[in-house]
């Protein structure tokens, strides 16, 4: 699936035109990076944070939740260091004014020198069929060696430069490369300079008085400063969670691939504190039960993997990210960090105010130790969402398009449909969705032929579709349509319900 574009392509077509996700303010032509949930995408939503919730709150005795203010004290984020060091080297182009990420161009660059590698390889491979060996190819070609050379080259230049905080030596990197605006097709750059990730704004409402606060860029720092307060209150003894979902809000620089990368979002992040020195054995722990939990969506392992960082931030001492294969292929879906005790201690030394726990066992006082789990709302949508989506050709000929969303995390769980809208079936329908309604997420539909109402729930990927027709009347039966298979068969009314709460088990 990797790489794909066209599929993107369908895929954001069919978010908008199936009441998934609309551009923000479209009708003033958009704001970019910033995204809309309609009516269907609200309800995959809430059950994707339903489903973290519960896995997360509800089946941890030792985690409990919160819900922080998005508006925090501006020393939070000086503690955290996003005020110094939440940035992106960014270049301007003089002649199309346009604003990119300088490590970005170099990495496309990158990109594109690999891109020759793969043609060459794919070339030979052709050439010598059967008796390719693409690995003794790709180590002995001296036109894929001096490929792979000025790879290593132009990112040993890029990341060092980019560790050391050499903007100049980026901005020549630039230039040496030749790499001109995609826009303008020109080499005309401003220097590189640092671009604060963080928006921000004045509270108060006089300007004497205003003082600037940021939108938050991540929910962890409202876990952090209400450390003692859940710890004291709740109880708690190490090791413990507390878990959080909300908005975050970055300026990002690169903001396209639709929900991929925007500049209002929302995570659900868990930060679990520990005795130090058992921090690994329990980023492990969280590594796997993280691994777990996009796995029992029933989703297939094929679909994600491990990535470990292979440079630390200052403050960790492991960090992977979870990786899902994304129409423009693999990219992070999670990060679970190994966070030392670095936030704790910022917020305890420029508070002034003792941030710490008394262990009994041990009869002494320390910072806890912290292991993230740190994942997008709704990159985990487009997850599903790529997963979901297929276009089938059908045995008579025709096409459908269906969302083969796990059923417990579908917008609609059935649709209610009568065959024709006379005859008194309505009124049956009706009964049979009042029915089911406080128990699941139903539809219900009149208008249209059965078939096209069919391929509406597909394209929705609701699971069960119920048809109401004559011989409902006389004997209580309904037909029930699969969403996978297609497949119908005549069940009694009253076994609806069970049959439908089967199919929302998890894997
Ligand atoms: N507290 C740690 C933290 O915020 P991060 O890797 O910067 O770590 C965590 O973000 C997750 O939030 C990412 O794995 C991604 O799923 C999501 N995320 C980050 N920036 C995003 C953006 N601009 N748009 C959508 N999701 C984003």
Request: proline content about 3%; overall charge negative.
């Amino acid at each position: 699936m990797a790489n794909n574009e066209d599929l993107f392509k369908k895929i954001i077509a069919h978010a908008k035109e199936y009441g998934f996700i609309f551009q923000s303010s479209e009708i003033y032509d958009g704001l970019s990076a910033v995204y809309d949930y309609g009516h269907n995408g609200v309800e995959l939503k809430n059950n994707i944070k339903d489903y973290w919730w519960k896995s997360m709150v509800q089946y941890h005795d030792n985690i409990v939740g919160l819900d922080a203010a998005i508006f925090m004290h501006p020393k939070v984020w000086k503690a955290s260091g996003h005020v110094d060091a939440f940035s992106d080297p960014m270049i301007d182009n003089k002649d199309s004014k346009k604003r990119y990420r300088a490590d970005v161009l170099v990495e496309d660059h990158i990109a594109k020198i690999e891109g020759k590698i793969e043609k060459e390889t794919e070339k030979a491979a052709k050439r010598f069929g059967d008796t390719f060996d693409g690995e003794m190819f790709l180590a002995t070609n001296p036109r894929v060696s001096e490929y792979q050379k000025q790879v290593a080259s132009i990112k040993e230049k890029l990341y060092s430069a980019l560790e050391d905080n050499r903007l100049a030596d980026i901005k020549n990197l630039i230039e040496e490369l030749g790499i001109v605006c995609p826009l303008s097709g020109s080499k005309n750059w401003t220097d590189v300079r640092h671009f604060n990730l963080m928006f921000s704004t004045q509270l108060g409402s006089l300007s004497e008085e205003a003082s600037q606060i940021y939108l938050r860029p991540e929910t962890a720092q409202g876990i952090f400063v209400n450390y003692l307060n859940v710890q004291k209150t709740g109880r708690m003894k190490i090791p413990f969670g507390i878990a959080q979902m909300g908005k975050a809000f970055r300026n990002e620089i690169v903001a396209r691939q639709f929900i991929f990368r925007m500049r209002e979002f929302e995570q659900m992040e868990m930060q679990f504190f520990v005795k130090p020195g058992e921090e690994l054995t329990w980023f492990e722990y969280w590594k796997n039960e993280r691994m777990k939990w996009h796995l029992n969506m029933g989703i297939p392992a094929s679909e994600y993997r491990f990535h470990e960082h292979d440079k630390l931030a200052h403050y960790a001492n492991a960090a992977f990210d979870i990786e899902f294969n994304f129409p423009m292929g693999f990219k992070e879906l999670e990060g679970i960090h190994s966070r030392t005790d670095f936030d704790l201690s910022a917020h305890q030394e420029l508070s002034g105010k003792k941030i710490q726990y008394f262990d009994p066992e041990e009869e002494k006082n320390y910072v806890p130790y912290v292991v993230e789990t740190s994942i997008g709302l709704d990159r985990t949508f487009l997850a599903v969402l790529t997963y979901a989506w297929n276009e089938e050709k059908l045995d008579d000929g025709s096409e459908r398009v269906v969302l083969r969303i796990p059923p417990f995390l579908a917008p609609f769980k059935a649709a209610i449909l009568p065959l024709v809208k006379k005859d008194g079936l309505p009124e049956k329908a009706l009964e049979i969705f009042d029915g089911l309604k406080f128990d699941f997420m139903c539809f219900y539909e009149d208008k249209d032929s059965i078939g096209r109402r069919y391929r509406r729930q597909d394209a929705i990927g609701t699971p069960y579709c119920i048809t109401v027709d004559h011989q409902t009347l006389q004997d209580g039966t309904v037909t029930i349509r699969e969403r996978d298979n297609m497949s119908q068969d005549r069940i009694e009314i009253s076994k609806i319900r069970d049959i439908i709460a089967h199919r929302l088990k998890r894997q």
